[in-house]
């Protein structure tokens, strides 16, 4: 009964004590000088519970205060380029210790976090730390019945180099990109990689990192003109350890490294700045880096399902009497009597190529034909030319060719112009008007209408065209949709 007492009696003291620290915090009261420690700590914060009745009665051998833990990584003082770091110290036996309290503190100012760990290590939250900043942090051991020992006491600073390491580089996601950065402070981490164009083949020093997706073909310009001190720069893909794409350490009185290379779509690229050598000190360094993007082209084919000719119900009625979807022959012209026929093409983006890029930028489109057969007299000897009209998605209320297709209204008119080429075996080709690249449909269907300008001429002959359509056996002869464009 007595040690029970005793017991209860050294709990409400040491709870009376924790409170009155606490109080005194809260109402300016300084902190308690650790023994044998040359810095002030923070008060210690209540831990999270008591424990069951099993801690009331444990014997903790020895008795009193746990000893003060001893710290295992970073070394004190320490500068990081990470702002997650993990902190770690060597356990205390005995005492029946149940937490360690960890605290981090801005030195110098407020505190950052406290936790209650009961293991020995303890990994900083992402977003707790910033750059450039020196923290000092506290580890205390406890135990339910003798409480706090004294902290281990410790700092750290992370770099002011955000980017002084592979696994923190800097992304950079638009072209042109340029920085002015004080390299002084970077270092050189021991999973550099080694660099083929330096002298002595080394890691070289302070090197700093950045990557570089591009979403389509082109060059990257890298240069690093301007610099106060001699750079190196290289280039790398993969994982490590990375592969080298490029590396330059020609020496100048600029002390400008530059590269440029063709890069692939979708290929991740490091690009890593050091000093040559392996004790520099850094300086001011200069980045510039500009995406030059190669136009890309594709190629879409007329779709024979949907495509064919209408022909008119009769001279000047404006609206269709019959069609043909199946045939491997556009028809567009006139007949002896009047009646005027008009052909459709259906492009799909999604199919076979891949769609256009939302944020691709158009700068050409041309629909181009083969042609099968000419009248007598030659229809562009009599209109000056065959007008190429277009609607996005399709005409009419259906992807399908129906013959109200022929009277369904355009959203542009003409989008094109198809002139008569030099010899009657070449392709038959329009140029779309840049006002037409946006009824493109980028990830689905386009539809285009052929047609003569005005109505018939009264001549009573046939005065047609007949071009292959989708359905044509030989795909070379099919019509096609070419597009061009640059991604920025």
Known sequence: MRAYFTLQGRRRIYGLVLALMVL????????????????????????????????????????GEPRVPSLVAPANGSTLITTVPQLSWKGVSGYCIKYYNIQVWVDGGSMVLSAWPTVTNFTIPAHKLTWGVKYNWYVWAYNII??????????????????????????????????TEDTTAATTSTDDPSLPCAADSGQGSNSVWWSFTPNSTGTLDVNTAGSSYDTLLAIWTGTPPLTNQSC??????????????????????????????????????????????????????????????????RDGSNKGASLDSTSSILIVGNTPNGRRYRSFLSFDAANPSAPIP????????????????????????????????????????????TTSDFQASSQ??????????????????????????????????????????????????YDTIKFYSGDAPTISFRPNLVVTYYIP
């Open 412 to 461: 542009m008119d003409p989008a094109g112009t198809i002139l008569e080429p030099s010899t009657p075996t070449s392709v038959y080709s329009a140029s779309l008007l840049p006002a037409a690249f946006k009824y493109i449909n980028r990830t689905g269907t386009t539809q285009f209408e052929l047609h003569f300008p005005g109505d018939d001429i009264d001549n009573d002959l």
């Open 358 to 401: 939302t944020n691709a930028v158009i700068i050409s489109a041309v629909v181009s034909l083969t042609v099968s057969s000419i009248s007598n007299p030659d229809p562009f000897d009599t209109y000056p030319g065959l007008k190429v009209d277009m609607r996005k998605p399709y005409y009419g209320s259906s992807i399908k060719l």
């Open 146 to 179: 003798y409480g706090f020992g004294d902290p281990l006491i410790a700092s750290f600073s992370t770099t002011t180099v955000s980017n002084d390491d592979f696994n923190f580089l800097t992304a950079i996601t638009a072209t042109p990109y340029t920085l």
């Open 24 to 63: 005194s915090t809260l109402f300016g009261g300084t902190p308690l000088v650790v023994r044998g420690q040359s810095q002030t700590p923070p008060p210690q914060i209540a831990p999270p519970g008591q424990g069951g009745a099993g801690d009331l009665s444990a014997q903790c051998t020895p008795k």
């Open 248 to 313: 330059n350490d020609t020496v100048s009185a600029t002390k400008a490294e530059k590269i440029g290379f063709s890069v692939t779509p979708g290929t991740k690229y490091y690009l890593e700045v050091v000093q040559s050598g392996g004790l520099g000190t850094g300086g001011s360094l200069n980045l510039s880096v500009v995406f030059n993007t190669f136009a890309v082209s594709k190629t879409y084919v007329s779709v024979g399902l949907y495509d064919g000719w209408v022909l008119e119900t």
